[in-house]
C-alpha cells in the first residue's frame, strides 16, 4: 500500500472505532482553503472533529506526538470554516483517534 491507502485505511478504522462507541459520522475529509478534518462526527448534540493519526509500530515519534502546532492550525482553521456554514452553532470539540501498529487510542478533547 503507498501513503494515501494507508492513510485512507487508518481512518476506515477510526470511524468504525468510533461508530461501534457511539458515534455517528457526518462528513469525512472535510477540505477548505485553509485545512483538513479527517472526520466530523455528531455524539448527541455534540459535533466532534477528529483527526486520525497512524504510525508503524516502531516509528520514532508517536502518532499522537505527531500532531503539532502546525497541525493544530489548520484543524482549528478548517473547524471555524465549517462552522461558518451552519445556521446555528452547536457545542464542540477536537478528537484524536491515535493508531500506533495495532494500537489504538481515542484521545478525547484534545487542545488547539
Known amino acids: 500500500m503507498n501513503r494515501r491507502e494507508l492513510g485512507e485505511a487508518g481512518e476506515r478504522r477510526a470511524e468504525e472505532y468510533l461508530r461501534r ?6 462528513q469525512r475529509n472535510y477540505h477548505c482553503g ?3 478534518i479527517d472526520l466530523i462526527c455528531r455524539q448527541g448534540p455534540l459535533l466532534i472533529f477528529v483527526e486520525v493519526r497512524q504510525r508503524r509500530k516502531n516509528s520514532l515519534v508517536s502518532a499522537a506526538e505527531s500532531i503539532d502546532w502546525r ?8 473547524a ?3 462552522l461558518s456554514h451552519l445556521d ?8 484524536a483517534v491515535c493508531i500506533d501498529g495495532a494500537e489504538i487510542q481515542w484521545l478525547q478533547n484534545i487542545e488547539l
Open 71 to 78: 497541525k493544530r492550525r489548520k484543524l482549528r482553521a478548517a
Open 21 to 26: 462507541a457511539g458515534l455517528t459520522l457526518v
Open 88 to 95: 446555528s452553532l452547536p457545542d464542540c470539540r477536537f478528537d
Open 80 to 82: 471555524e470554516h465549517y
Open 34 to 36: 485553509r485545512g483538513e
